[in-house]
């Protein structure tokens, strides 16, 4: 693990992390590897006195960022910012693996990738940022809309998808003529900090983008004060709605993605192979580590069968092992801690809910944080593996005979990130997507996740929309009504 001590030095000569300038205490933890539990990497932990200069500088830095920058320099920083991405690519891909135990595989051909788009996706926005409306009120008076920045944010990210994470927020924030702090998890700090050197490389000004590290503590300090405006969090629903609670006071806004339960509906006209791979995206893709993952599976009665028998065939299939191996498509959990957690929801499904299990939830004889894919059957609403987010490879297996049964069994959980529907009816898919409610709906595919869409949940699953798309880009904005009497 020898390239992310390396990239810290590297990083901390170029002076991109909040550099000490005080005795005060700083908080030091070292992380270790999911792979074979060795010791990989000591990270400190930013304190109050550089939280506080990080968000000084932060103000200064927007007003340069937004007045002195029109919004075309701006886009051609992030926009240059993705093609130095594009070179460095098998560089972030590493160490994005070495942080958060995922397979290279998917790094590299998906996260990456996406990545590079997203900032160039918003590098040409800039032909919309001015939108704004002229309304016609009166003959004598001139009145029309603006744009205008929200001033200092700051992101918040999750250990899942962390580069994905620290891009998708910090590249419409700063488009937009945004400052922003980022925090991302104590468990994958590495890729922010890559970010930072590659933003900085592209010209962008110092101090517009500032990464802190260190655990919840530290994110919340960093949002304990007015002169942040907004706070894009990723992350469970307790840290959200304490997030969302504290934010209300200050009025900051808010855009929160948080969990889900999600409902994956297999009706019996579907492509059954399909369905099947559907299936196994929907639950094992990123070790399952995925908010949006279908981990209910509605499988009609009539085809449960043959359904379970093609999805153990092509579970088995999956090479659980070494994320730095291209042919690996399961890797360790990110952490012993979140192992643990999956472990125990695996005992809840047998010992307690009484499920039957169908398939895996082994843990490897190994130092690493490996369980093999885990599938459940027999399995009804009520039961805690059902309801809970376990966010790891359990999927449940539930059976259903009609559609309007199956909806409201979809719908009656406190999460609404998004589901899924696997049919050859495309007009029955869609009048069913309707009534789900859920911020995202998948029909015959599962966890697609251009940027030009919105992204978010409804009930306990977020408040407010990323990505692209009008919706989530005025998230980054405030809006001025400007009145002009002209007689
Ligand atoms: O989340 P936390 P964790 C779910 C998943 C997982 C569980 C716990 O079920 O098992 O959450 O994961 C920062 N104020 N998801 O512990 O604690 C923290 O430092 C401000 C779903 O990682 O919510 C980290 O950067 N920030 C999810 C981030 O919040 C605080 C992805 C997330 O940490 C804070 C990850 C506080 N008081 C986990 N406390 C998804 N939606 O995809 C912590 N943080």
Excluded at 11 to 34: F, G
Excluded at 272 to 279: F, K, M, N, T, W
Aim: net charge negative; with cysteine.
């Amino acid at each position: 693990m020898k390239n992310v001590r390396t990239l810290f030095s590297h990083l901390k000569r170029k002076r991109l992390t909040v550099t000490p300038t005080t005795t005060e205490t700083r908080i030091t933890y070292e992380l270790q590897s999911a792979v074979d539990g060795s010791p990989r990497v000591k990270v400190t932990s930013a304190n109050s006195s550089d939280i506080q200069r990080a968000i000084e500088d932060a103000q200064l830095a927007q007003q340069v960022w937004y007045n002195d920058y029109s919004a075309q320099e701006r886009a051609r920083i992030l926009s240059k910012a993705s093609s130095i991405l594009s070179c460095r690519l098998d560089e972030v891909a590493q160490i994005e693996v070495m942080d958060t135990g995922r397979c290279i595989s998917e790094i590299r051909t998906n996260d990456i990738p996406s990545a590079i788009h997203m900032l160039s996706y918003y590098a040409h926005l800039p032909g919309i940022l001015s939108h704004g409306s002229v309304q016609d009120v009166h003959l004598s008076l001139l009145s029309y809309t603006h744009r205008e920045p929200l001033g200092v944010t700051v992101g918040i990210g999750a250990w899942n998808f962390p580069f994905l994470n620290t891009v998708s927020k910090s590249a419409p924030a700063l488009i937009f003529g945004n400052s922003m702090l980022y925090k991302p998890s104590e468990l994958t700090p590495s890729s922010a900090l890559i970010l930072a050197d590659i933003y900085r490389e592209a010209g962008l000004p110092e101090g517009v983008f500032q990464v802190l590290l260190g655990d919840g503590n530290v994110a919340a300090e960093m949002i304990h004060t007015e002169h942040v405006r907004k706070i894009s969090f990723t992350g469970s629903v307790e840290t959200g709605k304490k997030i969302y609670k504290n934010a209300a006071e200050k009025m900051q806004k808010v855009t929160l993605e948080l969990g889900g339960k999600s409902p994956l509906i297999i009706m019996p006209d579907c492509d059954i192979d399909r369905a099947v791979q559907g299936a196994i995206d929907a639950n094992f893709y990123a070790n399952g580590q995925v908010c949006s993952n279908g981990t209910r599976v509605y499988v009609h009665e009539s085809i449960k069968d043959d359904f379970l028998a093609t999805l153990v065939h092509q579970t088995e299939q999956l090479k659980v092992g070494d994320p730095m191996d291209e042919a690996t498509m399961i890797g360790p959990m990110v952490s012993k801690d979140h192992m643990n957690k999956v472990l125990e929801y695996i005992r809840i499904g047998k010992e307690d809910d009484g499920a039957t299990l169908l398939y895996g939830g082994e843990k490897l004889n190994s130092n690493g944080n490996f369980i093999t894919p885990c599938i459940f059957v027999d399995c009804h609403d009520h039961m805690r593996i059902v309801q809970e987010e376990v966010f790891g490879m359990l999927m449940s297996v539930l059976t259903f005979q009609d559609d309007d049964e199956v909806v409201a069994r979809a719908n009656a959980t406190k999460f609404g990130l998004a589901a899924g529907i696997y049919t050859n009816d495309i007009a029955k898919a869609l009048r069913l997507s309707k009534k789900l409610e859920v911020g995202n709906v998948y029909i015959n595919t599962y966890n697609d996740g251009p940027c030009e869409l919105p992204w978010g949940g409804m009930k306990q699953s977020g408040i407010g929309r990323e990505g692209g798309s009008l919706e989530a880009l005025y998230e980054w904005t405030e809006c001025k009504s400007v009145y002009v009497k002209i007689d």
